[in-house]
């Protein structure tokens, strides 16, 4: 256990849904960071919050937002899925140094859009 | 801007035999450099990092790392590679000068070790 805690693990919705990803970081972490990986596309950065505030972003599609809590738990919500929205989705945390000394990963949570 | 390189998609090694994973970075400044490996259908492990100082890292599970400033490399190795071994690779890099800046990965790549 990474201590990085993803729910749900496994979502499968129809296209054109909305779905939520919820992401808990390591006790401590102040930063999250989303990152989706796909077969052809590899590990994508999509978005980092550091305590409640966007802090980068990266090739996350307006279909897509994120936030994170005041109590440092963040959601990725993505809305009208497509077929190719499909893949892992991963939460990473790291400490107050923004990442400087590595990120934890959490298990991931893999979407399946039918 | 950054970017990683792994230029190898596959690794095949038998059981016992030395292992390496290469990896090549580009950043403006100074670099943070780090490994990582995914097990199917798990998250990223950290296996070693590169921050400051000596130019070979020692990480998890016997696996070790080569920072080489003038070739910008930052190859995995592993004198036995083990059947368990088998997985993919990730190498990252940071620009230690960037406060906000994300860890940028590469492609990875996919180590088969063979009995």
């Known amino acids: 256990d990474s201590g990085v805690t993803q729910t749900p693990k496994h979502l499968i919705t129809a296209t054109g849904q909305r779905v939520t990803l919820r992401c808990s970081p390591r006790?401590?972490?102040?930063?999250v960071y989303w990152y989706q990986q796909s077969l052809d596309q590899g590990l994508q950065f999509l978005i980092q919050?550091?305590?409640?505030?966007?802090?980068a972003k990266g090739n996350i599609l307006e279909r897509f937002s994120a936030q994170q809590f005041p109590d440092l738990h963040s959601e990725l919500n993505l809305s009208s899925l497509e077929l190719g929205d499909s893949a892992l989705y991963f939460c990473?945390?790291?400490?107050?140094?923004?990442?400087?000394?590595?990120?934890?990963f959490g298990s991931g949570t893999r979407l399946t859009v039918v | 801007a950054q970017s990683v390189a792994q230029p190898e998609d596959q690794v095949n090694v038998a059981e016992g035999n030395p292992l390496t994973v290469k990896c090549t970075y580009s950043?403006?400044?100074?670099?943070?450099l780090f490994w990582y490996v995914q097990y199917p259908n798990r998250g990223l492990q950290f296996l070693l990092k590169?921050?400051?100082?000596?130019?070979l890292v020692k990480g998890s599970y016997g696996f070790e790392a080569e920072f080489n400033k003038s070739q910008t490399s930052f190859h995995l190795k592993k004198p036995s590679a083990l059947v368990s071994d088998s997985a993919l690779y990730f190498c990252?890099?940071?620009?230690?000068?960037?406060?906000?800046?994300?860890?940028?990965f590469g492609a990875g790549t996919q180590v088969v070790v063979t009995p």
């Open positions: 990473a945390s790291s400490d107050g140094t923004g990442g400087r000394y590595g990120y934890t």
């Open positions: 950043v403006s400044g100074n670099p943070y």
């Open positions: 590169y921050i400051t100082g000596d130019n």
């Open positions: 990252a890099v940071r620009d230690r000068g960037d406060s906000w800046g994300k860890l940028q």
């Open positions: 919050y550091y305590n409640g505030e966007e802090r």
């Open positions: 006790s401590g972490d102040l930063s």
